[in-house]
């Protein structure tokens, strides 16, 4: 197998013929490398968006590479980099037979198409792939589809939950009801039951199921630490019992973990596929790490960017620093002038945002919060300074990462979190090089296999799991330790519960 090996920066300092010739060259080794590689290969798949970014910066000397460059996605499988308008015919046709305009004209890749297929063939998936492969997207490609008509999406936060509901109330209004509340009841329309696992597992009008959604999937593991693990395996697995189908979501997982015994049937794809191409700066020997922080944030080379600290008190207090030393936005005056009005003047958050800056963590007023990732998404907030609440799911439009602690509260973070915090820089369409500023030394690359309650042995099996079980689902083994609690408490269903 070979890689690819191409002195991105080097051939970005060249100009003229030595430009050309150097960007042809890089070109046929790519090709090369194509057919001699995984289909994964990320140094390989990097080279699309370098490429044109290289095009882009160089439109009048470069400008005649772009067939060539839309020739090389399609072999790669990035399809959604096809050029259509200055591609040949069969690339272009390529692009056009994945592209989908009932969601705006977005292209898939090819790894896309291989897991709808896998879906639409009725295949139950679980999905491990990069965070810039485009997972969410499936589910809303699904929908599009018309082929299901009631489904539960279950997702663990509540951040990702106002993402999913702005996503699905501009694509799909009129033809799904979203259900999100206990208040709200659905009918025989089509439907799709929207919650985190608190909302979702006492349900009583979810009936038969076509499809169910679990984003974050990861979560199922107890030794991830969470301690909703055991509700979101309860509540998963009694939707399961109720769909024909189902579809779990996550970055960088390496396998799962099922018993022997186990009645769930899958098939389990991991990819490391990528659509945009990262940078890295190793920044952990600086001398005055905060100061250099700092300098970073003011550089607009490096707007919109994501400043990861460990805590709600240190985003605080950086947003405080920052917004005494520099103001990098006037656009935001709108949600300034509101929160001055709203939360007190001299508040630090009202002044964070005059000056450009956002704050997203656990303390901060969940619309406020989500008002913060939409102006940011939009690019009139350049720069926010979060916690692992944000990292944990929402999809930013960030083309620098700056990870300046390496903690989540007291502890240290392991290699999987770090991936999936660096995973966020990058966005296809909008920053098509992610660039990763790392402040501390990187954790050791582990594996990472998921073990899900719902999956594990009979025997092992935690009471607060069992509880959760109707009577169909429960082995004799777990039947005899639901009596027993039933007869100890003397009570019953939802009251044991």
Known sequence: MVSLHVDWKALNRLNGVELKRATFKAIQEASFAVQSSSVDDPSVLDAVPRLLELIDLHPDELGGFKGLVSSLARSTGLWNYIDTENADINDAFIAESVTAPELGGITFHRE??????????????????????????????????????RIAVILPTIALLDEFRRRFQDRFAGKFKLVMHQSE?????????LGT?????????????DLTVVDEFYKLDPARRDDRSI??????????????????LGPNIDSLYTSAGSSWKFEF??????????????????????ERLIEEIGEEANWPALVFVSSPNKANKLAIELSERMAISEVTSGLAEWLKANIGKNNFLSEAVEYGFGVHHGRIPRA???RMVRLFDQQELPVLLCTSTLIEGVNTAAKTVMIFDKKIANENYDFFTFSNIRGRAGRLGQHHIGKVM???????????????TM???DGDLPDEYIVHLEEPERSKRSDSRFRYFTDQLLLEGDDLR
Do not use: C, W
């Open 269 to 290: 794809l991991k990819t490391r596929f990528s659509t945009v191409a990262v940078d890295t700066l190793d920044l952990q020997h600086v001398e005055d790490k905060r």
């Open 231 to 248: 509700t979101l395996n309860a509540a998963v697995n009694r939707l399961l019992t109720k769909s024909r189908q189902f579809f779990f």
């Open 112 to 149: 896309q198409i291989n897991a709808l297929n896998a879906l639409l063939a009725g295949k139950n998936l679980i999905l491990s792939a990069p965070t810039s492969f485009g997972k969410s997207l499936l589910v809303d490609a699904l929908l599009a589809t018309n082929q299901y008509k």
């Open 455 to 457: 999956f594990a042995d």
């Open 438 to 452: 790392v402040f501390n030394e990187v954790p050791d690359r582990t594996e990472l296999e998921v073990s899900p």
């Open 185 to 193: 009841t659905s009918t025989d329309n089509p439907t799709i039951f």
């Open 197 to 209: 696992q608190e909302r979702l597992i006492y349900r009583k009008d979810l009936r038969q199921l």
């Open 368 to 370: 406020i919060a989500a």
